[in-house]
């Protein structure tokens, strides 16, 4: 073969090569115009903050409840719940050691070792519910943090919520194991659940003489569900600057509207919870949210959270997600802001 021959099959040999190439390739096109802009740097709700009371906390003002982790959600789908609401911005947790019999704990400290986020996270636990730890007084108190740090796989709680529902044996003793508790690093500030008006009144004058303070109290309450933070609370609660992180509210996810009728839910406990919100009151009030999440083109979960945050007191209401897609309808509560007219129309659908 000639050179010029050797030249010219060589030639023919790596175009070859080439149109092959081209042939298995990815074609790399430029984006469309009106393709979506991709996002970059930390989640827009990164900046949404706001201070629990006086715990020196910072949190996004809406804080993702474990109470469904382990018992209608398994660890996977717990996790993607987990995920969204940290990609949406948020970094504030709640669970507790009676959630799951402490499967909810588990199922936390396992998101929060795999992803490496424990110092982004604010991490509330409500103890004293336990079959194991039950009540408040110092043993019982000491054992259940111990517990729950184990399960949480932590050193610390940021907030520590005292149950009282089973009553508090001596107050004194219960605000003297929460001062060691503070003191020794294994909880940053002391919550209150299931306390009255008068409980905390004795606490805050035990706290005078040194014992340490509730900062932050857990107490159900929702558009449909008023009673529980009724006038004397509301009014104590106002008085010593406690910071509120109302749970159940969406009333069980009655107020998110998924569920309208008895023939929507199942004989079970979530479902006879439901069925005692399908009332008349309940079908007025969820009629109002739709017609005001319809105008302001959100869900009406997001605007039963939106009323939360527009009353006095309430730092970072306490929700539950079955799926991300429910993370997803809540957080956009945060940034609703309600008119006056349309306060007055759910409280007055609500009455």
Do not use: C
Not at 10 to 19: I, K
Not at 58 to 77: H, I, Q, S, T
């Amino acid at each position: 073969m000639s050179r010029v021959d050797s030249e010219a099959a060589q030639s023919h040999s790596t175009d070859e090569v080439r149109h092959a190439l081209v042939r298995t390739s990815p074609v790399s096109l430029p984006a469309h115009p009106s393709a979506p802009i991709p996002v970059q740097g930390a989640p827009v709700g990164s900046a949404v903050r706001t201070r629990l009371g006086e715990t020196g906390i910072d949190v996004f003002p809406l804080m993702l409840g474990g109470a469904e982790f382990g018992w209608n959600v398994d660890l996977e789908a717990s996790h993607a719940i987990l995920d969204t609401y940290a990609e949406l911005g948020g970094n504030a947790l709640h669970t507790a050691d009676s959630f799951s019999g402490g499967r909810s704990e588990h199922i936390i400290g396992e998101w929060l070792r795999t992803r490496g986020l424990r110092d982004d996270v604010a991490l509330a636990v409500r103890v004293g519910g336990h079959p194991d730890n039950p009540g408040t007084d110092p043993v019982n108190l000491v054992r259940a943090v111990e517990a729950s740090l184990t399960r949480l796989g932590t050193d610390r709680i940021d907030v520590l919520y005292v149950d009282a529902t089973a009553g508090v044996a001596v107050m004194e003793d219960t605000l003297a194991t929460a001062e060691w508790l503070v003191e020794s690093g294994k909880a940053r500030s002391i919550g209150a659940y299931g306390f009255t008006a008068e409980q905390l009144v004795e606490a805050r004058i035990l706290a005078s003489a040194g014992y340490p303070r509730f900062t932050v109290i857990d107490v159900p309450f929702n558009v449909l569900r008023r009673r529980d933070f009724d006038d004397d609370l509301r009014l104590v609660v106002g008085a010593q600057g406690i910071a509120v992180t109302p749970s159940h509210a969406l009333e069980h996810g009655f107020l998110s509207g998924r569920h309208r009728s008895r023939g929507d839910v199942s004989r079970s406990v979530r479902g006879a919870q439901l069925a005692g919100s399908m009332n008349r009151r309940g079908t007025r009030t969820l009629r109002v949210l739709d017609a005001i999440g319809t105008e302001l083109g959100v869900p009406p979960a997001a605007v039963a959270v939106a009323w939360l945050l527009a009353q006095r007191a309430i730092a970072a209401p306490i929700v539950n997600a079955y799926a991300p897609g429910h993370v997803e309808e809540l957080v956009q509560g945060v940034g609703v802001r309600l008119s006056r007219a349309q306060l007055a129309d759910i409280a007055r659908a609500a009455d």
